[in-house]
């Protein structure tokens, strides 16, 4: 069955320090790959996927598909990076449904 | 704000009545989507649009629920018969109609059950 893990409920990190927030996925097949973001008191929305291989705010991440990962990195974090992080995952040339973690919540201290 | 945007935005009900809640999407945006979400928990899929047409049902969409897209524009979503654990945030997201297109999500509609 496909399943996303995000193993830890809460990261805090210190502004400049670096970000990394884990996932794994289970998929028998080769699944397409998501973060999406959740700002305080705003609505869900795309950060970056893997297919686009592009950094977005200054996040990356690395689908390894031999750990089955797919976890986020920025170098320096930033205050306004403080939201909850869902990694997700589709399958490959289907429409349908994003099967989503339960979701990080990233606090960046000053 | 041309936005995916839901109605109400939070609904209060005592156990056994029935809800229905509204989204209307991105004009142009063939696919939509439900999804619950609950505390502690990532969204989770309950049923999916193309046009009109009702493509996907997760188990989770018991026979107390329904969705419509009549006119493959906006959605409802009813829930009968509500339970105390019918309590979450239940989200839509639209999305064009290429495929690998990104969703677009609304900002949900969060039910109480009394």
């Known amino acids: 069955a496909q399943r996303v893990t995000q193993p830890e409920k809460l990261l805090s990190v210190f502004k400049g320090a670096p970000v990394e927030l884990k996932c794994n996925y289970s998929y028998s097949g080769s699944p397409e790959l998501f973060w999406y973001v959740q700002y305080s008191r705003q609505r869900l929305q795309l950060l970056l996927r893997?297919?686009s291989r592009e950094s977005i705010k200054g996040f990356t991440a690395d689908l390894n598909k031999g750990e089955t990962s797919f976890h986020l990195k920025k170098p320096f974090a930033q205050e306004e990076d403080s939201a909850m992080y869902y990694c997700?995952?589709?399958?490959?040339?289907?429409?349908?449904?994003?099967?989503f973690g339960k979701g990080t919540r990233l606090h960046i201290l000053p | 704000d041309t936005g995916v945007s839901q109605d109400p935005r939070h609904k209060i009900t005592k156990r056994g009545q029935n809800v229905t809640f509204r989204c209307d999407p991105i004009?142009?945006?063939?696919?939509l989507y439900w999804y619950r979400q609950t505390l502690g928990q990532g969204p989770e899929f309950l049923t999916y649009f193309q046009n009109e047409a009702q493509l996907e049902k997760s188990r989770l969409l018991s026979d107390r629920f329904s969705a419509e897209r009549p006119k493959g524009s906006f959605s409802t979503l009813e829930i009968q018969r509500t339970e105390q654990g019918d309590s979450a945030m239940y989200l839509c997201?639209?999305?064009?109609?290429?495929?690998?297109?990104?969703?677009?999500f609304g900002p949900g509609t969060r039910l109480l059950v009394l």
């Open positions: 997201a639209s999305s064009p109609p290429s495929i690998r297109e990104t969703q677009y």
């Open positions: 997700a995952l589709s399958e490959t040339n289907r429409d349908d449904k994003i099967i």
């Open positions: 893997h297919i």
């Open positions: 004009s142009e945006h063939n696919r």
